[in-house]
């Protein structure tokens, strides 16, 4: 069975973005970028990954990435509707009425779509891009966590889950420092 892993970075305070969407503030080191490049080559945009020198690069751990609006906003900005050509990409939103890339497919209720996809037999894991509110959403099907920490106090922004209490343990399984001061630590259902 497939895992749902929610793959993303944090401030120190738990936001995964500015009160805007901002996620310029996080440093990110060569040490850092590097690393991140060799093992999850995936999770780098298709259309920046010719400036990453990752244009060839295999998939590694993610064949599927699902990604709410605000994760996804950006690169709409930029005119861009399938950020992410090189795996399967599914956009939850109540708000879109389309999507223009035809590799892209629109979710509404993304519970069944994820259930759905972890069953498949076969293939790599899902990954889970944000944001918050969807993250909290599907919190009950989330299998593994890895948390880019980064030194830095957001203040404000959009938290890592948002939606109702819901007391969730996972166990810390493994952990990367770099040079910058971030850790990427990653964490199983408990």
Do not use: C
């Amino acid at each position: 069975m497939r895992k749902l892993v929610y793959y993303v970075g944090v401030s120190i305070d738990g936001y995964i973005a500015g009160p805007g969407g901002e996620f310029d503030f996080y440093p990110v080191a060569d040490d850092m970028a590097a690393w991140i490049n060799e093992r999850y080559p995936e999770t780098v945009p298709t259309h920046v990954r010719p400036q990453a020198g990752l244009e060839d690069a295999p998939n590694r751990r993610f064949d599927t990435l699902v990604m709410g609006l605000g994760t996804y906003r950006p690169a709409l900005d930029l005119g861009v509707a399938g950020p992410y050509a090189h795996v399967r990409q599914y956009v939850v939103s109540t708000t879109l009425d389309a999507i223009a890339d035809p590799s892209v497919e629109l979710v509404r209720d993304p519970l069944p779509v994820v259930r759905e996809l972890k069953a498949e037999d076969g293939g790599k894991d899902i990954w889970l891009a944000g944001g918050g509110v969807l993250a909290g959403a599907l919190l009950p099907e989330i299998d593994e966590l890895i948390i880019k920490s980064y030194p830095v106090v957001a203040g404000a922004g959009r938290s890592a889950f948002s939606g109702g209490f819901r007391p969730t343990g996972f166990t810390p399984t493994d952990r990367q420092v770099f040079s910058n001061g971030a850790q990427v630590t990653w964490y199983t259902r408990a």
